[in-house]
Nanobody, 125 residues
Framework: QVQLVESGGGLVQAGGSLRLSCAAS????????MGWFRQAPGKERQLVTA????????YYAASVKGRFTIARDNAKNMVYLQMNSLTPDDTAIYYC??????????????????WGQGTQVTVSS
């Protein structure tokens, strides 16, 4: 079982930036895909970005491509989400999650085994 704790959310004006962090413990972190999901009120949770175990492959949803950057530090069991040029549409609770299968680049919600408690990101216009 892995435990995930997100931090770094907050209130920011449109056009601003935030950096989210996710600390992982309890499992061999470096073997698994890590992802960031978000859920806005009244909407389904969506995968925003993911990074494979070695940090060599990434995925970004079209809505955030070019603005968000995911990174991981396997030595520190950390994954980060740098969010730039934020818009009100980015307002949501952001969750980090860890994939179920080692050394497989996973991009489906059902492929993620553990989730953090979430951190609120609010972008004002």
């Amino acid at each position: 079982q892995v435990q995930l704790v997100e931090s770094g959310g907050g209130l920011v004006q449109a056009g601003g930036s935030l950096r989210l962090s996710c600390a992982a413990s309890g499992r061999t972190f470096s073997s698994y895909t890590m992802g960031w999901f978000r859920q806005a009120p009244g909407k389904e949770r969506q995968l925003v970005t993911a990074i494979n175990s070695g940090g060599t492959m990434t995925y970004y949803a079209a809505s955030v491509k070019g603005r968000f950057t995911i990174a991981r530090d396997n030595a520190k069991n950390m994954v980060y989400l740098q969010m730039n040029s934020l818009t009100p549409d980015d307002t949501a609770i952001y969750y980090c999650a860890v994939g179920r299968s080692p050394y497989v680049f996973q991009l489906q919600g059902g492929d993620f085994a553990s989730w953090g408690q979430g951190t609120q990101v609010t972008v004002s216009s």
